[in-house]
Nanobody, 116 residues
Framework: VQLQASGGGLVQVEGSLRLSCAASGRTVSSIGMGWFRQAPGKEREFVAGISGDTTSYTASVKGRFTISRDSAKNTVYLQMNSLKPEDTAVYYC????????????WGKGTQVTVSS
């Protein structure tokens, strides 16, 4: 599985961005897909995931971020609204071999910077 993330950029506080993760090698609807992020000096953390019809989010983004997928485009999205400076990080797309299990495949990150 190869993953290509895009859509990062510089945005002001309370702004929005949509990240995209284009996958090849497997269909995104048949495996677990997720977004992680890593801020400077911090460990990489889980942000959101989608497996089948189930979505999950870390507490700090619930109600602001939405993960979705487009099977026709084999792409997973992360819609980020009401962005805060603490959302600034490099965002990574990841995939599992199945719906559950370890995150096996990783894409290159895309930088999101939220300015106050």
């Amino acid at each position: 599985v190869q993953l290509q993330a895009s859509g990062g950029g510089l945005v002001q506080v309370e702004g929005s961005l949509r990240l995209s993760c284009a996958a090849s090698g497997r269909t995104v609807s048949s495996i677990g897909m997720g977004w992680f992020r890593q801020a400077p000096g911090k460990e990489r953390e889980f942000v959101a995931g989608i497996s089948g019809d189930t979505t999950s989010y870390t507490a700090s983004v619930k109600g602001r971020f939405t993960i979705s997928r487009d099977s026709a485009k084999n792409t997973v999205y992360l819609q980020m609204n009401s962005l805060k400076p603490e959302d600034t990080a490099v965002y990574y797309c990841a995939a599992r071999r199945t719906y559950l299990g370890t995150w096996t495949y990783w894409g290159k990150g895309t930088q999101v910077t939220v300015s106050s």
